[in-house]
């Protein structure tokens, strides 16, 4: 991924390139999400780790325009296997590539370089955008990464993007996304705390409210696309029933109706539920899949159809092995089969499973990663949800509600 003559991960053209598209991005990011940022003077020279929460598409790029020098971000190493975008992404930008949900120490190693260069690295703990605005689950290996670093760490918030561009969305919308420092731990303080404390206070700085800036009157359709993150009626106990049109979420079983306000809180239309907010709604969902016993279904428990499969080679491609497929889940597999192709995925074979960007599913085999991206409505949620409450029955563990982390 770097030059060959320089082993070092930071190159000149990083600094030129930045120092060139800084100020259009900015200005782009400005029409674009209504981005509002301010370099502060708080922030220390020199090698730092700098974590922020996680809200919309853009925040990798936002985060790093409240900083005038260059920054090294941790992605997704999806966004690599795209040959154009990979290329120009470790050509000019060069960000540190992490396999989600799975332990990568390569990428450990890589953050610990570029600190030791004197550059800054950008990360989310959280692992993965929120589906509430919320806080997700946070792994304690953030707080162990940072006691090794031995480095200042520097707590950003991303505020208003939920409203902006919620993960469940489709489209951006008109409004404004804040990105402001939250705190400054200097190295010496950092090395103070154990890394149980240490992890308290990063959660703790992490923390933000998604109803301060509520969706702009002038969006409309602001409801969606809700059933990538909700699949479950909590008013007729059934999944795969949800839809959502313009700014209503209803059940096509019962006719359970609700209306998605501009204040990001529903309203009750038809029903007897009482539902206030997404956040809300998940977590009667979580709460569901926990407690529900995938052992006493004999054949398929969600299903979609119009599912791609694509083989995945990390860097450098993605094939796709059955295009517009019937995705099938059981207790016991995946299935998808197409007109001329099935492909099994036996769960007891599956390491780890995970949602990247907005709606694809990756499922680690072995040493093969295999993704399913469907039609626009298709929740990749609910699938890796089922995959690791299977994996956690059979495995007799307590970590319902733990589905992503770093």
């Known amino acids: 991924m770097n030059n060959k003559l320089n082993d070092n991960w930071h190159l000149k053209r990083h600094d030129r390139f930045r120092k060139l598209l800084y100020y259009p991005v900015k200005l782009f990011a400005k029409m674009k999400d209504g981005f509002i940022t301010e370099v502060s003077d708080e922030i220390p020279k020199g090698p730092a780790i700098i974590l922020s929460n996680h809200l919309t598409t853009y925040d990798p790029i936002n985060l790093c325009l409240s900083f005038k020098e260059t920054v090294y971000t941790v992605t997704t190493d999806d966004v690599f296997n795209k040959k154009l975008a990979g290329w120009f992404l470790k050509t000019y930008l060069n960000p540190i590539p992490k396999s989600k949900s799975v332990s990568d120490l390569k990428c450990v190693k890589t953050i610990l370089k570029v600190l030791k260069e004197g550059y800054k690295v950008a990360l989310f703990p959280e692992g993965n955008r929120s589906y509430t605005g919320t806080l997700c689950n946070v792994s304690d290996s953030i707080a162990k990464l940072c006691k090794v670093a031995k480095c200042p760490i520097i707590i950003f918030n991303m505020e208003g993007g939920y409203a902006v561009d919620p993960r469940w969305g489709n489209k951006h919308r008109k409004g404004e996304v804040h990105c402001t420092l939250r705190k400054v731990i200097s190295k010496e303080e950092a090395q103070s705390y154990s890394s149980e404390e240490l992890y308290n206070v990063i959660v703790e700085n992490l923390t933000t409210s998604p109803y301060k800036y509520p969706i702009a009157k002038r969006n409309k359709r602001i409801a969606e696309y809700l059933e990538r993150a909700i699949y479950y009626c909590p008013n007729c106990d059934s999944f795969e029933t949800i839809n959502s049109h313009i700014d209503k979420v209803y059940c096509l079983k019962c006719g359970f109706e609700l209306k998605y306000n501009h204040d990001m809180t529903f309203e009750l239309i038809k029903g007897e539920k009482e539902i206030k907010t997404v956040e809300e709604w998940y977590n009667i969902q979580t709460k569901k899949m926990e407690s529900f016993d995938p052992f006493t279904i004999d054949g398929k428990i969600f299903e979609d159809y119009g599912v791609t499969l694509y083989s995945v080679v990390r860097f450098r491609r993605k094939k796709p092995i059955i295009k517009n497929g019937h995705l099938v889940m059981t207790n016991k597999e ?73």
């Open 334 to 406: 995946i299935y998808i089969e197409g007109q001329h192709k099935k492909t099994i995925l036996p769960i007891e074979t599956i390491r780890e499973g995970c949602v990247v960007m907005k709606n694809k599913a990756n499922f680690y085999v072995e040493d093969y990663l295999y993704q399913l991206k469907g039609r626009v409505r298709f929740s990749a949620l609910k699938y890796v949800q089922l995959y690791h409450h299977i994996k956690n029955i059979r495995n007799d563990e307590s970590k319902e509600g733990e589905f992503f982390g770093l």
